[in-house]
């Protein structure tokens, strides 16, 4: 069975500071993805990663930047905290076929909030 | 516009009886894959089946089945024999094969239903 985790499932912090959300995958994908889930929006897609060391921006970047120094994990970073990032984050991977059926697999999700 | 729509904010059912989550979506595109995932209140998106716009059958999984209806761009999800367990949010998503580049293992989200089985 696939694996997502992320490093934590409620995460607290204060509005100014620099927040590192991590995931790993433990199935030798080649895709992995970082999207926020918001009530009322469903899920959107910030940035993603097709290899190690290569990203594309999502539909929502702003205020984000994302790491991919190894091929399971995969790290979204908030530079600078703000109120209107608090949300719920999900991290999926998926194996990168290049195939419509290419499934994706999340992890539990990671619920922040911006105080 | 939106590529993924999910009339029904909210279902009710009662527990061993079927029920239908909408989902119409819009592409220009003939060749397309559509997804239905689960996520109960502990978070987590279970992937539950697949149609491809290409596939002659409607898909199904267990007690999953998926109702394609092309000239429609619909592709409801049909549960049947609902179960306490079965109480969760559902999304409904699409990948278009044109979508270019890298960017063609991007997933478009619907706004998600939540189904409520009652006992």
């Known amino acids: 069975d696939v694996k997502v985790t992320q490093s934590s499932r409620y995460l607290v912090k204060r509005t100014g500071e620099k927040v590192f959300l991590e995931c790993v995958q433990d199935m030798d994908h080649e895709n992995m993805f970082w999207y926020r889930q918001d009530p009322g929006l469903g899920l959107r897609l910030i940035y993603f990663s097709y290899d190690v060391k290569m990203k594309e921006k999502g539909d929502i970047p702003e205020g984000y930047s994302v790491s991919r120094e190894k091929k399971e994990r995969f790290s979204l970073i908030l530079e600078s905290a703000s109120t209107n990032q608090t949300s719920m984050y999900l991290c999926?991977?998926?194996?990168?076929?290049?195939?419509?059926?290419?499934?994706?697999?999340f992890g539990p999700g990671t619920r922040l909030t911006v105080l | 516009a939106q590529k993924i729509t999910q009339t029904q904010p909210g279902m009710f059912v009662q527990e061993k009886e079927a029920v239908t989550l909408d989902c119409t979506y819009d592409?220009?595109?003939?060749?397309?894959?559509l997804f239905w995932y689960k996520q109960p209140s502990s978070g987590e998106m279970i992937f539950l089946i697949y149609?491809?716009?290409?596939?002659?059958q409607n898909a199904t999984e267990g007690r999953y089945s998926l109702n394609f209806q092309k000239a429609r761009k619909s592709a409801n999800l049909v549960i049947s024999a609902s179960q306490l367990g079965d109480s969760a949010m559902y999304f409904c998503a699409m990948r278009e094969a044109n979508a270019g580049g890298t960017s063609y293992g991007k997933l478009t989200f619907g706004q998600g239903t939540i189904l409520t089985v009652h006992p």
């Open positions: 149609q491809g716009s290409y596939d002659e």
């Open positions: 999926a991977s998926s194996l990168g076929t290049a195939m419509l059926r290419d499934t994706q697999y």
């Open positions: 592409t220009s595109d003939q060749s397309y894959g």
